[in-house]
Nanobody, 127 residues
């Protein structure tokens, strides 16, 4: 049993910031790598960022590096995505996910490597 619930999405003007939260329940996810993905209408799901289980290894999509920051608080069973300098092309449904595959330092970037998914939260960036 396990559930992930995203929050923090909404409407923001270009250049603004949002912080997304992903709260886990039903189990602890300290033994899982955590990732963020996004999907815009008519487009494939896109990798955003991931953080490893316990050693703090992080990987970002090249286009987002420097604007987005992923972090986790295992004591709170929560993962975050801080999004700064938002652009209209960042508009999408953002999903958090948990992966149990790979080693403790792995930061999986394929959606197929994740087994738990939240329902997503809508982020809309206006021009």
């Amino acid at each position: 049993q396990g559930q992930l619930v995203e929050s923090g999405g909404g409407l923001v003007q270009a250049g603004g910031s949002l912080r997304l939260s992903c709260a886990a329940s039903g189990r602890t996810f300290s033994g899982y790598a955590m990732g963020w993905f996004r999907q815009a209408p008519g487009k494939e799901r896109e990798f955003v960022a991931a953080i490893s289980r316990s050693l703090g290894y992080i990987y970002y999509a090249d286009s987002l590096k420097g604007r987005f920051t992923i972090s986790r608080d295992n004591a709170k069973n929560t993962v975050y995505l801080q999004m700064n300098s938002l652009k209209p092309e960042d508009t999408a449904v953002y999903y958090c996910a948990a992966s149990s595959v790979g080693s403790i330092w792995d930061v999986p970037r394929s959606s197929g490597e994740y087994v738990y998914w939240g329902q997503g939260t809508q982020v809309t960036v206006s021009s």
